[in-house]
């Protein structure tokens, strides 16, 4: 950069906008680390119960001070964009989004495993998934308004608002009252190594954390079971299935 650059003002209109996204980069990682350190200070649980607060206040303060800078509308506490917009544009953005934020967790999984290894990649993101899961599980149960112990039925609810039920293919099978099997019968990521020629990426020690941390923030009654998983082989109808339980007089 320019050494005549000492202040924002002396940013050119590009310099400016790029600024402009690097603060909302840092407003985002903030966000994240205050929510980090209190998980690591109080446990999940109690983390996810501040969240709750501290996600109401700040995304009202945030959002309505951006719409009176950017002139956008607010109403009901949404950007009236979105709700002018029709299903199917509102369904094309949920997908776009899912998208973008497979690619992200590639995005992260590439630069560590090229500053470091596969396997520190691979054990970043398998940790990744203990914190995850569980905040995907309590967003879906607070947007859902679900209760503490939602069931099968609300574990069938939830998995269907995951990011990944954007950007893949799963179906739910019933095997009884209490029990379903989920599979996924068409992933985003195997399906591209697929295409290239490769093999199934061995993604088994982040599926048992995933699922199970997911399931048992639904209903903490709820057992996880693998059935397959890659490394492990697989029929061509599904990529990984995982058979979900809640036993009786739980």
Same mark, same amino acid.
């Given at each position: 950069?320019?050494?005549?650059?000492?202040?924002?003002?002396?940013?050119?209109?590009? *310099?400016? /906008?790029?600024?402009?996204?690097?603060?909302?980069?840092?407003?985002?990682?903030?966000?994240?680390?205050?929510?980090?350190?209190?998980?690591?200070?109080?446990?999940?649980?109690?983390?996810?119960?501040? #969240?709750?607060?501290?996600?109401?206040?700040?995304?009202?303060?945030?959002?309505?001070?951006?719409?009176?800078?950017?002139?956008?509308?607010?109403?009901?506490?949404?950007?009236? /964009?979105?709700?002018?917009?029709?299903?199917?544009?509102?369904? !094309?953005?949920?997908?776009?989004?899912?998208?973008?934020?497979? /690619?992200?967790?590639?995005?992260?999984?590439? #630069?560590?495993?090229?500053?470091?290894?596969?396997?520190?990649?691979?054990?970043?993101?398998?940790?990744?998934?203990?914190?995850?899961?569980?905040?995907? /599980?309590?967003?879906? !149960?607070?947007?859902?308004?679900?209760?503490?112990?939602?069931?099968?039925? *609300?574990?069938? !609810?939830?998995?269907?608002?995951?990011?990944?039920?954007?950007?893949?293919?799963?179906?739910?099978?019933?095997?009884?009252?209490? @029990?379903?099997?989920?599979?996924?019968?068409?992933?985003?990521?195997?399906?591209?190594?697929?295409?290239?020629?490769?093999?199934?990426?061995? %993604?088994?020690?982040? *599926?048992?954390?995933?699922?199970?941390?997911? #399931?048992?923030?639904?209903?903490?009654?709820?057992?996880?079971? %693998?059935? *397959? %998983?890659?490394?492990?082989?697989?029929?061509?109808?599904?990529? %990984?299935?995982?058979?979900? @339980?809640?036993?009786?007089?739980?």
């Amino acid at each position: 950069m320019s050494k005549e650059i000492e202040r924002p003002e002396d940013l050119s209109q590009e *310099g400016m /906008a790029r600024f402009v996204l690097d603060m909302f980069h840092r407003n985002i990682v903030h966000y994240t680390l205050w929510f980090r350190e209190v998980e690591h200070q109080f446990g999940m649980e109690k983390a996810l119960d501040i #969240a709750k607060v501290a996600y109401k206040d700040s995304y009202g303060i945030q959002m309505n001070r951006l719409a009176k800078v950017l002139g956008f509308e607010m109403k009901d506490g949404i950007p009236k /964009a979105l709700l002018d917009m029709s299903q199917e544009e509102l369904l !094309k953005l949920m997908t776009n989004i899912g998208v973008n934020w497979l /690619a992200n967790d590639g995005v992260w999984f590439q #630069a560590v495993e090229g500053a470091r290894d596969m396997y520190d990649a691979k054990r970043c993101n398998d940790s990744c998934w203990t914190r995850f899961s569980p905040f995907e /599980a309590w967003s879906i !149960k607070q947007f859902l308004d679900l209760p503490k112990h939602a069931g099968i039925e *609300g574990l069938k !609810k939830a998995l269907a608002f995951r990011m990944y039920a954007r950007i893949n293919v799963q179906t739910i099978i019933d095997e009884g009252p209490n @029990t379903i099997v989920f599979q996924m019968n068409d992933c985003r990521v195997q399906s591209a190594r697929k295409r290239r020629g490769l093999d199934d990426y061995p %993604c088994k020690s982040a *599926g048992l954390v995933e699922y199970r941390f997911f #399931a048992e923030s639904i209903d903490s009654r709820i057992q996880t079971e %693998c059935i *397959g %998983c890659p490394p492990d082989d697989h029929p061509p109808e599904w990529y %990984c299935a995982w058979r979900f @339980t809640l036993p009786e007089g739980a």
